[in-house]
């Protein structure tokens, strides 16, 4: 079993900062990657970045140069550092750990979000 437990977020200013942190306590097996993800009202979950725990990362290309994602894959904690904050950035954000079981299924795991508001 994975449990994920975000913190972070909140409310800031256009143009502004802010970061969130997620620590994953694992029983069993090992995380291959972790990431987040954003869900605004009436829209879909989307990915917002995602990192393997070799530190290799992806971004969606709306959050690009904006956004740092990074993990310590020590502590099974995974990072996602905010900056140049718009309003469309505005949703819950949500962190997502990866596991691969024996036969190589993947297996997602998700923490229980934390609202982060841009306002204008």
């Known amino acids: 079993q994975v449990q994920l437990v975000e913190s972070g977020g909140g409310l800031v200013q256009a143009g502004g900062s802010l970061s969130l942190s997620c620590a994953a306590s694992?029983?069993?097996?090992?995380?291959?990657?972790m990431g987040w993800y954003r869900q605004a009202p009436g829209k879909q979950r989307e990915l917002v970045a995602t990192?393997?725990?070799?530190?290799?990362?992806n971004y969606a290309g709306s959050v690009k140069g904006r956004f740092t994602i990074s993990v310590d894959s020590s502590k099974n904690t995974v990072y996602l550092q905010m900056s140049s904050l718009k309003p469309d950035d505005t949703a819950v954000y949500y962190c997502?750990?990866?596991?691969?079981?024996?036969?190589?299924?993947?297996?997602?795991?998700w923490g229980q979000g934390t609202q982060v508001t841009v306002s204008s």
């Open positions: 997502n750990a990866v596991t691969l079981d024996f036969w190589r299924r993947r297996h997602d795991y």
């Open positions: 694992v029983s069993g097996f090992s995380i291959n990657a």
């Open positions: 990192i393997t725990t070799g530190g290799d990362p």
